[in-house]
């Protein structure tokens, strides 16, 4: 599901910033940005949309053809994910520090429940 809502939030920032729905999908991730020079600025969201879709359609994939080398590369997506929001919230101080520790808990977290998952027999 977690592919599925980052697939929807690429098309809200790429495409369908304008539709309802997809209007507030489009500002979750940019909003992160402290600054509007970045969070508005157009390459830097289609840069970000890109990186979502990128991990989003690993996660899609791992979640659709549940293989456990699968699991292993979502895992990894999530941990690289939080790992990078609390990277760029430590060097580059552009982003918002409570939206970026909520992503990266929420990521780290989700990683976890995917290595974890096929461990404790939950078939979610």
């Not at 910033?17 to 940019?30: A, N, R, T």
């Not at 991990?55 to 899609?60: E, I, K, N, P």
């Not at 292993?72 to 990277?87: D, G, K, N, R, T």
């Amino acid at each position: 599901m977690n592919g599925v809502y980052d697939l929807m939030c690429t098309a809200g920032i790429l495409w369908l910033s304008k539709v309802p729905f997809f209007d507030g999908m489009s500002q979750l991730h940019p909003t992160m940005f402290s600054s509007k020079d970045h969070s508005e600025h157009p390459v830097i969201k289609r840069l970000l949309a890109y990186w979502i879709m990128t991990y989003g359609t690993v996660r899609l994939i791992a979640g659709i053809y549940t293989e456990e080398g699968l699991d292993y590369v979502a895992a990894a997506s999530y941990f690289i994910e939080s790992l990078c929001f609390e990277y760029e919230l430590l060097k580059g101080k552009t982003l918002v520090t409570a939206k970026v520790r909520f992503v990266s808990i929420f990521s780290a977290a989700l990683g976890l429940i995917v290595i974890i998952r096929p461990m404790v027999g939950l078939d979610i």
